[in-house]
């Protein structure tokens, strides 16, 4: 087993390990689509810019950016607004937590946030890590990136390995920010633009679970493809009206700003595996699906294989495409699927 100390050299490793087959980007050529949620969150700490090379050399389509601000606005790559869940910062910064007892992102300048060690994601009441066959908890060095850092490393493993993978920014939390007096969504949109992520011809989803935001987005003149992300099985289309159920005519009114939408898992197929009409509905309106998460390291009751959910999600209930913290796992059925 190879102990990797910098961050520069397991970069390397993994990319000089794995293979360098071109690569169409499966959103042009209709093929399923593999998101590595978090980066490959499965193996290494997520969002990470090791988590970012692994995914990257496993050959997922995709790689997502969770998106916060720091205290000078800089976008960082960070699941959570809050800091502790995957932080030493209560060590560090034992007296900047608000009335809370949470530590925000958006209380720390980029140099104080560079300054905390990134770990495995942990109960902060008890500092047990949610996973315990995962890298081991608060161990390793690890930094939170920026989100220009995270697309540089994109973009520069594109190049050198001849690959056409391509982000899935996620804009979070955007009223907390707007509270703080900081637009976030018009700050990211400048980034993405400074690297070429403006179309929808660009490898490029900006999602957000936030219905109003996404409407506000191309108020901003964001002409990228959206995706509005589901956690419930209802929504508030506008600000007055009474929530509504995910059918089709919610789907058409979806439509009419964003480009797919991102259900969890449980509104695409239920616990005996049987699909919803989600997708189905979702497709009438002319959007892309891509549920999450598939995570091959937990088991659903009655499972023996959890990697079955691939071809559950992906082929039995219809969806295009699926965020998974083990990417590898998922181009593996993908190829084994086309040969």
Known sequence: MLLIKRNRDLILVISAFLGTTPLQNPVHAGEKTIIAHRGASGYVPEHTLEAVAMAHAFGADFIEQD????????????????????????????IRKRADGKYYAIDFTLAELKSLNVHERVDPKSGN?????????????????????????????????????????????????????????????EVLKKYGYSTKQDLCIVQCFDW?????????GYQGRL???MGG????????????DFNETTMREI??????IGPALQLVADQ????????ADAHKAGLIVHPYTIRTDMKRPGDTNPANMFKV???????????????????NWKNSRTK
């Open 67 to 94: 998106v916060v601000l720091s205290k000078d606005h800089v976008p960082v790559v960070l699941h959570d607004i809050d800091l502790e869940p995957v932080t030493d910062v209560a060590t560090k910064f034992p």
């Open 129 to 189: 890590a949610f996973l315990t066959n995962r890298f081991p908890a608060k161990s390793g060095q690890f930094q939170i990136p920026t989100l220009e850092e995270e697309l540089q490393l994109i973009q520069g493993m594109n190049h050198s390995r001849q690959k056409s993978i391509g982000i899935y920014p996620e804009i979070k939390s955007p009223g907390f920010h707007r509270n703080a007096g900081v637009d976030i969504s018009k700050i990211v949109l």
């Open 212 to 220: 109003s935001e996404l409407k506000q987005i191309r108020k901003l």
């Open 227 to 229: 995706v509005f992300l």
């Open 233 to 244: 099985r209802r929504m508030k289309l506008d600000e007055t009206s009474e929530p509504v």
């Open 255 to 260: 439509a009419k700003v964003a480009d797919g």
């Open 272 to 279: 005996k595996y049987k699909p919803t009409n989600l997708v």
């Open 313 to 331: 999600i992906l082929d039995d209930a219809g969806a295009d495409g699926v965020f998974t913290d083990q990417p590898d796992a998922g181009v």
